[in-house]
Antibody, heavy 121, light 110 residues
Framework: EVQLVQSGAEVKKPGESLKISCRGSGFSFTDYWIAWVRQMPGKGLDYMGIIYPGDSDTRYSPSFQGQVTISADKSVNTAFLQWSSLKASDTAMYYC??????????????WGQGTLVTVSS | QSALTQPRSVSGSPGQSVTISCTGTSSDVGGYNYVSWYQQHPGKAPKLMIFDVSKRPSGVRDRFSGSKSGNTASLTISGLQADDEADYYCCSYAGTYTWVFGGGTKLTVL
């Protein structure tokens, strides 16, 4: 069974750093792109970026370039999303998702359960 | 990229059909046959319902169908059921490793 299990909820202060994780199982982690998607409270979905754990090729949405870092450790089948200095506006639910490709594009066929990040002084 | 445009809400009675539109541009929806739709119940992760405009993943009922004309994609849900009440998001490929979501549509089953 394909599963993406994300790390638990976090409460942080503005200016703090944070790294959240997404561990895959039930599939060859190095053969699929893993994306991160933000959902701010009461709002829609925002595509943040995507990584191919096989070679760590990483691409960012222009809206998130320079704001976050996406990485992966294929030895533990885990993708990461990190911030060096959190802002209150980073408060959101963050989902990882496995992208299944057909042709030149993919779709998020499997999703993690989400990690709630709260940034408040 | 700007978010794709979806109606904020739609509604229908059990057994009826509803259609949710998703309007983009020639750089996303109109430029590629890579539109997907996601269903999200409150407090849950999104679930893939349609990919590549009109394909259904295994396990998704054929009551859900997708189509596209020009810069507008559509999701049609026929035979509405109470459990269909959820938020629905469209998503389109927008060029090299870039995807854009719609703002979401709240479906109410009356």
């Amino acid at each position: 069974e394909v599963q993406l299990v994300q790390s638990g909820a976090e409460v942080k202060k503005p200016g703090e750093s944070l790294k959240i994780s997404c561990r895959g199982s039930g599939f060859s982690f190095t053969d699929y792109w893993i994306a991160w998607v933000r959902q701010m409270p009461g709002k829609g979905l925002d595509y943040m970026g995507i990584i191919y754990p096989g070679d760590s090729d990483t691409r960012y949405s222009p809206s998130f370039q320079g704001q976050v870092t996406i990485s992966a450790d294929k030895s533990v089948n885990t993708a990461f999303l990190q911030w060096s200095s959190l802002k209150a506006s980073d408060t959101a639910m963050y989902y990882c998702a496995r992208f299944d490709y057909t042709g030149i594009s993919g779709h998020a066929n499997y999703w993690g359960q989400g990690t709630l990040v709260t940034v408040s002084s | 990229q700007s978010a794709l445009t979806q109606p904020r809400s739609v509604s229908g009675s059990p057994g009826q059909s509803v259609t949710i539109s998703c309007t983009g541009t020639s750089s996303d929806v109109g430029g590629y046959n890579y539109v997907s739709w996601y269903q999200q119940h409150p407090g849950k992760a999104p679930k893939l319902m349609i990919f590549d405009v009109s394909k259904r993943p295994s396990g998704v009922r054929d009551r859900f169908s997708g189509s596209k004309s020009g810069n507008t994609a559509s999701l049609t849900i026929s035979g509405l059921q109470a459990d269909d009440e959820a938020d629905y998001y469209c998503c389109s490929y927008a060029g090299t490793y870039t995807w854009v979501f719609g703002g979401g549509t709240k479906l109410t089953v009356l």
